[in-house]
């Protein structure tokens, strides 16, 4: 049992030490050639993660292998905090992802988005001026509208009313419904007079760096693919959870074995 536990432990940490190579290569990679902001702001926690797993699981490996008690104890302790940080993201994933949807338009394919229908932590996120301005400068490399452009300009009105847009193209690349604008091609729309009783109205402009970017139907629209995606994340992470309260369980044995080891 002594043998097994410890050597299953080092097999564990010997991928997780392999697995660690690649993730700290790709956060170096991007923090030397990352060509916008988007990019580097992933290099930096990607370099962070990299670095936590290659020495927790050096700790681990070597605790288990060479039956160090005080590295397993330094691993057990990384992994515990590791596993609460999980359980607690996972449930805060959940309680700021469970309000806001596309509202449904009549006799359109796509929705339209509304930033107050979002959890007030979301909200915050992109209300936020230099956050936003950040948040929008990635939107424009990402070719979120050039792209939905090629795509939707060679069909008339009444196809383009039927599309079924995702969240960014119907927020960032098109004016809201409300301002019953005319339709000329899908980031072109020839402005009706105002007032307008929705601000965003006075915001869309035809040029291709201005649109929906300053909208709150952009912004309303990043929330719901940041609501999405945490979500999936959260499912995934809890799977996670499962996996590293299995390797802490034998990791707890091998500690365990250990100690017994050096009584006799």
Known sequence: MVQCSNNLLGILNFFTFLLSIPILSAGIWLGKNAATECERFLDKPIVVLGIFLMFVSIAGLVGACCRVSCLLWLYLFAMFLLIL????FTIFAFAVTNRGAGEVISDRGYKEYHVGDYSNWLQKRVTNAKN????????????????????????????????????????????????????????????????????????????????????????????????NSWKKVAQVNIVFLIFLIIVYSVGCCAFRNNRKRSWY
């Open 132 to 227: 936003w301005e950040r948040i929008r400068s990635c939107l424009m490399y990402s070719d979120v509208c050039s792209t939905y452009r090629t795509r939707y300009s060679s069909i008339n009105v009444e196809e383009f009313y039927k599309a079924n847009l995702n969240a960014l193209q119907s927020g960032c690349c098109k004016p809201s419904n409300d301002c019953n604008f005319t339709y000329v091609n899908p980031t072109t729309w020839t402005k009706t007079p105002g007032p307008y009783k929705n601000e965003d109205c006075n915001v869309w402009d035809n040029k291709p760096g201005t649109l929906c970017y300053d909208c709150d139907a952009c912004k309303a629209g990043l929330l719901d693919n940041i609501k």
């Open 85 to 88: 940080l999980g359980f607690s």
